[in-house]
């Protein structure tokens, strides 16, 4: 999604977009997306550098990690980032290494004419979903023996009891101290 720096008046310009997931690089992101993807942002261009906010929405259905039941997600991410240039008036050339400042986690580059918001709106999308999804907090999840669904039936698989996490060691101490 590029923006041309001359296109952006003075008075800022206001973008209401729906993207598809795969115009963001997102159809290999191991989520499903159900319907495009919302974008409501505000770009102001002061001197060279660009400041963005906005919000991006999307619904998505993510798979339970405990019982792979699939999950209705609703997507919603607000953000304000700073683009700056990244040319040789900033001193840096770009793909050069340099140590990261404060000021610069929270900002993103652009290069020529135009800034590119598909990385950042990407990034804002996978940053708010959840790494360990789950269905319900007390989801029981799939027996190991059989594969049933712990939360719809109770299976008849007698769990294998582990040893309390002491016991060897308790053993092996008893056998030293015997010696």
């Keep these: 999604m590029q923006i041309p720096l001359s296109g952006i008046p003075p008075k800022g310009l206001e973008l209401h977009l729906e993207m598809e997931p795969a115009v963001l690089g997102l159809e290999d992101s191991g989520v499903q997306f159900v319907a495009p993807i919302r974008v409501q942002s505000r770009l102001v261009v002061m001197d060279r550098t660009v400041y963005v906010s906005g919000d991006a929405d999307a ?11 699939a999950i209705p997600f609703p997507v919603r991410s607000s953000f304000q980032v700073n683009v700056e240039p990244q040319d040789s008036a900033s001193g840096k050339t770009p793909g050069e290494w340099h140590e990261l400042h404060r000021g610069e986690l929270d900002a993103y580059g652009y290069s020529g004419d135009a800034i590119d918001l598909s990385a950042l709106v990407r990034e804002q999308i996978l940053l708010v979903l959840p790494a360990y999804p789950l269905c319900r907090a ?11 669904d712990r939360n719809r039936l109770s299976c008849r698989c007698v769990a294998a009891e582990a040893p309390p996490p002491m016991t060897q060691f308790q053993e092996r101490l008893k056998k030293i101290i015997q010696k």
Aim: charged letters at 25%.
């Design 59 to 69: 619904q998505v259905r993510l798979q339970c990690v405990r019982c792979l039941e």
């Design 138 to 148: 007390d989801c029981r999840g799939l027996c190991p023996q059989c594969g049933a």
